[in-house]
């Protein structure tokens, strides 16, 4: 596919094209890959996320403000903006890769996001990576809720049932699917006390307990 439509997608048009293309390629394909790109992105990307949360939130403590970060930048994160973009359909593998399901992979998908984004600071600077990085993460950001002082949805369970004498919640796993190298793992939450019970999937049995545990808090937060 032309990976013209990926800089649209992204919002930035590059001048220098073999960087987008240098973005989109695995070392598999060639020597010519998105390593060094990727290293740059993520400095960038939590350099970006960073001052969003320092200036959006004025009121939150450091820690706070480290954890938010957290929830925010992370591989199961950078998964989710990889997918919105289909990002797969562009990604250049070398044959093994491509027979084991590399362009589902969640890291190979996880690192192209930050190589994208270190390639469009080298082509249009600080400020195109940073207009792009807000656009990636415009929903997630608009998402926070600055009341839960960044604590994740485990740990805000976890605070829940114990603030009110309950038993602990308990996760289940429930199997995974797909190839050894790019699974999804389904986990269960149970709070019997509450008689709740979510299911949630990631590609970690960590990420999947958390995607349960966020669908949990939502029901029973406001409790």
Known sequence: MNPDAVSRKIGHVFLDAGLLRRALTHRSFGADHYERLEYLGDSIVNCVIALELYERFPGLSEGDLSRLRAN??????????????????????????????????????????EALVGAVMLDGGFNAAQSVVRRLFAASLAAINPNVSGKDAKTLLQEFTQGRGMALHAYTMLGTQGHAHAQTFQVQCVIESLDVRTEGQGSSRRAAEQDAATKAWALVGGA
């Not at 359909?89 to 491509?98: A, N, P, S, V």
């Open 72 to 113: 925010l930048v992370n591989q199961q994160a950078l998964l989710g903006v990889a997918q919105s973009l289909g990002l797969g359909d562009y990604l250049r593998l070398g044959e093994g890769e491509i027979k084991s399901g590399g362009a589902q992979r969640p890291s190979i998908l996880a690192d192209a996001v």
